[in-house]
């Protein structure tokens, strides 16, 4: 009766570990803490080139090329 307590015994302990063998690992889930920055006000500048000034107006000659908005017709 000894032989069969201790074999069952033997056979339980070897199933639980097989078992928790095959388990995955739980993780704790981490969250990065929320970081607040403040909205980028996009409509506050002239298109133009970004050398200039945010008053300057400037008008796009293309090529890289840029007039100031005030000193007439370029040539």
């Known amino acids: 009766m000894l032989k069969v307590v201790l074999a069952a015994l ?14 995955r ?3 704790k ?3 990065a803490p929320a970081v607040s920055t403040p909205a ?11 050398w200039a ?3 300057e107006c400037y008008t796009d000659e293309g090529y890289g090329r840029y007039w100031p908005c005030g ?3 370029a040539e």
């Open 53 to 55: 000034g945010p008053g």
């Open 29 to 31: 889930p981490h969250h």
């Open 71 to 73: 000193a007439g017709r």
């Open 40 to 50: 980028k006000p996009y409509a506050t500048r002239t298109p133009g080139p970004p």
């Open 10 to 23: 033997l056979f339980v302990s070897f199933a639980s570990a097989a078992d928790a063998a095959g388990k």
């Open 25 to 27: 690992k739980r993780q």
